[in-house]
């Protein structure tokens, strides 16, 4: 479980530094860390939304949503409240980017490619799984 957790704070240090590298050169360096906690956000709603298309594709049911749903407005209170105590409350996730910067540089690069990737996944995931469900003739399963 502590591998987990360690895995969770780095990619959250990665984007965190991809932010602020990116910040300082267009020269909006602030609320670095709320920008970090979005895109992590983000990137876990997206990855649930594929998940819910694949479900949908297999099942062949076709679902409309909205986010008055609890199946909405649940998970996405979790994904927040989650983030939220993770890394904003008593802001642990300093200490782990204190413990990050210490890394080797090879092993940092390393996991920012990584951490690239499983981005990459995440969003071609989400673009893979919304071609899927155009290609299938939902007027059959209404």
């Known amino acids: 479980m502590k591998k987990i957790k360690q895995a969770y704070y780095y990619f959250f240090y990665k984007i ?4 602020e590298y990116t910040s300082e050169l267009s ?6 860390s709320f ?3 979005f895109v992590m956000i983000v990137l876990e709603i997206w990855t ?7 479900y949908a594709i297999y099942t062949k049911m076709a679902v409309e949503l909205s986010i008055s749903m609890p199946i909405i407005y649940i998970p996405l209170l979790i994904i927040i409240g989650f983030n939220y105590f993770t890394l904003d409350y008593k802001d642990t996730w300093k200490e782990y980017n204190a413990e ?6 090879n092993k940092n690069r390393l996991g ?13 995931n989400l673009v893979y799984s919304f071609y ?5 003739d939902w007027s059959q399963y209404r």
């Open 112 to 124: 920012g490619w990584i951490v690239f990737g499983i981005v990459l996944l995440i969003v071609s």
């Open 132 to 136: 899927l469900m155009s290609q299938i």
């Open 100 to 105: 990050f910067d210490k890394l080797p540089k």
């Open 48 to 54: 649930l939304m594929s998940l819910g298309a694949y």
């Open 35 to 37: 920008k970090a906690g």
């Open 27 to 32: 020269g909006g360096n602030f609320l670095t």
């Open 16 to 19: 965190y530094r991809s932010i």
